[in-house]
């Protein structure tokens, strides 16, 4: 079968490789439709990720047709299209028992900080991703859902991560009627963040990055008034003359380690690797929020340490919530959402891409050509 | 259950202030629904690894289900075995991952290439999609390789004529005793 493969940092391409099998009686075998290159794929694919191996297969975002299951997968079976959720979860454990998908003792063996996920460097459990034509999604009755016939598979694919995640990011936010929100980044999932933000009660929605094409999209979409820090001597001032001078009750950050608008922290970051990626969204995150606010985290950092300003968090009495997205734990109310025209995430796809041009994909996502908001993988065709 | 060392029902005031709403995680950890705690769940069947899976040692048991994705291999996956007897905690243990991912790329090269595969380095980049919506960048980066590249090549043949032309004498060790000059008397 053809599939992504990994060679190095800003080096992809796809390959031949073999058919995945079932290992385990929960597993099943999903022959994949479509495939996005998620924004924190990019985290992987510029080096920032330990244990990332080369020959290793991304993807973590990802539906299909059910080609076969194991002994003991009872809720699918051949034929099944399935939505694939980025969580490997048991669903037995303390932590799945809680709802905690993200965060499953029974799916990781290289670390005990994350669950499973799927293509996501050992770090996340070392399992091949959805980037190929097939793939291996272990525990097949406790996370895949049955795309409804209603559902286009567009939104479909969506929810395996970028929705419930920046769903998650609101939700962590503890958003009450009219709050001002601010969102760090308008990739795909700042935007389901800020598009998600209303749906709690937001009074007031802002999205703040630096790429215009990306504001312009989010000033649509979500929508939300739009910042570019680049404009913006000191973006933390800038905020709070926006909300006089207290802060907003509410920051996301969903950018993660690959932040731009800091010099020091670009270099030590994401450059050296001296820092678990460049922290300066969640450094404005917290400098942004109002005293007694809530910092809600989403974008991915390594597992080593950043440079923040924790003193801040004690002073101010923030709040700092984060997870890894519970995408099954969200999953009917996301549903609920789409049927109800509340949500429309494939509005957000901009690029469709054969497995063949991979390389291509993830160089115009990174380097953010073509005014690229999220590409979307084909790997059997159309 | 964890285990307990102290008779709570002998603190006074114990639990007196407790209350369940007073938990910011909601709805994101469902801690009411919480029975028991600690290892206590009925686990899925074991799957048996089949290729050598490294372990943190924070767990106390290796997970019902692993990945089976690239399993160490070479000098960089010595640099991983090395790392795994080190926790998550310690900064060595991510440090040394790094420094394994590096020199597996080098691997990665040397394998393609004994496989008689030739890498073809710039269309992994995704050279082709620069030149299609960012041609100025092409043609910057492009220069900006190959200048490296015809300096690197310009540096290791001046060396080595350099070499030819005035060979280094060999260095004299004070304790060789045919190096010690001959004086005369």
Redesign the interface.
Known sequence: MLAMNY???????ADEKPMPQI????DAIVRVTRSCICGSDLHLYH?MV????????FGHEFCGIVEQVGP?VRNLKPGDHVLVPFN?A?G???FC????YGNC?????????VG?IFGYS??A????GGQAQYVRV??ADVGPMVIPDWMDPDDAVLLTDVVPTGY?AA??G?IQPGDTVVVFGAGPVGLMAARSAWLFGAGRVIVIDHLDYRLEFARVFAPAEVYNFREIDDVVVFLKKQTDSLGADVCIDAVGGDAAGNALQYVFGTKL?LEAGSAIALHWAINSVKKGGIVSIVGVY????NMIPIGNVVNKGI?V?A?QA?VK?LLPRLVEHIRAGHLNPKAMITHRVPLTDI??????F??K??GCIKPVLLPNGQ | MTKQLVDTSKIPGWGTDADPKNN??Y?????E??KD?????????Q?IP?VE????I??NR?????????P?SGL?GAI?RYA?RRS?SD?WH??L??G???I??V???V?DLTRGKL???P????????W???KK?FVLKAGATLAVGIALVAAFRRGGSRQEATPVPAVASPTDPDSVPHIPY
């Open positions: 060679r190095g940092p800003y080096r992809v391409r290992l385990h009686p929960e080096g330990p244990d990332t191996r080369v020959g290793m297969t003991e490997i048991c037995k454990c303390h028992q809680q709802g905690l003792h029974e799916s990781n063996a290289q670390a005990t900080a499973g050992h770090t459990g070392g399992y091949d272990p525990y998650q939700e962590m503890g690797k390594g597992p080593t340490g709040t919530r997870n519970s734990r390389a291509d994909a993830y160089h115009i990174s380097a050509l073509d | 910011p995680t709805p994101i950890r469902h801690i629904d919480q705690r600690g290892l206590t769940w009925t686990r899925p069947s799957q089949q899976v490294l372990r943190s924070e767990h290796l997970p019902a289900v692993i990945g089976t994705s690239t160490p960089s991983r795994f998550e900064w991510w440090l991952l790094m394994a991912d590096r597996n790329v691997e990665g090269v394998e890498p073809n380095i269309g992994e980049m995704g050279a082709r999609s620069e299609q919506h960012n960048g």
